[in-house]
Each structure stands twice: as C-alpha cells, then as structure tokens.
C-alpha cells in the first residue's frame, strides 16, 4: 500500500473489508464517511489516483462529474437537506475524492463549512444498524436515478 489514504480506503474495498462502501459505479466508489453528524455524508472516491480535475480525460471528466451529481442527488433524494455542500479539496488527501454533505438550517453553524466546526461537534460514528440503513437509503435512491 502507499501513503494515500484513499487509494488505501478503495484498497480495502476491493477485499471486502470496507463496511461504509455501498456502490460501485464505473468511475468510483460511493461510501459512507466515517461520521455521521450531517446524516448521509457521503464520500465519491474516484477509481483512478488523480489529484486534480483537469488530469483526468475529457470524455472520463464528464462522466466522473456526471456520476458524482447522480450521487448527490440520491443524497438529496434520501436525506431531504435544505442544502447540499460538495467539496473537492485535495489538501490533506490529494486524490480526488468528493464530500456530499447534506446540510440543515439546524446544523452548528450552518452557513459555514463543516471545517470551521470543532471536530467533537461533527465527529459521530454511526451503528452498524445505522450504517445500513444509511446505505440502503441511499443505494434504493441511487438506483432510481440511475
């Protein structure tokens, strides 16, 4: 394995041993994050180790932009949020890799980014009977708009 920390999470969910992963689509992996206090935060981790857009082929950017809405809207779809954040940062892990969070005017500090809140208020790991009904939610939406 290398130092990136995502080609080592898409690392394991080739063996199986990744419990927050859910669906493959054909340019990356949808997962759980691994804290649930924007219920339905959800990771789209892109197949191939790139660490910006722009590397990526036009016709593969397309559909990798394209599968990415699909999964935000079936976060959307499941989790009824006033708003959706999506953040493409790259700054700590630089392969690409998008964080869908669903977002609600009751949220901490909710015209901020989840960045600017202490991590103890956003750090709540989820059951595992939590965690699937998490993935189920969001796998029936999924395949609904798919």
């Known amino acids: ?3 990136c920390l995502v080609c080592n999470r898409i690392h394991l969910i080739l063996n199986n041993e990744n419990p927050l992963f859910f669906t493959e689509l054909k340019t990356g992996y949808v997962v759980l994050c691994d804290y649930q206090s924007y219920w339905g935060y959800t990771l789209f981790l892109a197949k191939h180790h790139a660490t910006e857009l722009h590397e990526l082929e036009v016709d593969y950017k397309i559909l990798y932009l394209t599968e ?66 998490l993935k189920a939610k969001l796998l029936s939406n999924l395949k609904l708009i798919k």
Do not use: C
């Open 1 to 3: 394995m290398n130092n």
């Open 68 to 133: 990415m809405s699909l999964v935000a809207e079936a976060v959307y779809r499941s989790f009824n949020p006033d708003k959706i954040n999506y953040e493409l940062l790259g700054n700590t892990d630089s392969h690409l890799h998008w964080h869908i969070i669903p977002r609600r005017k009751i949220d901490i500090l909710y015209k901020k980014s989840i960045w600017e809140i202490p991590q103890e208020a956003r750090s709540y790991k989820p059951t595992p009977h939590e965690i699937q009904q």
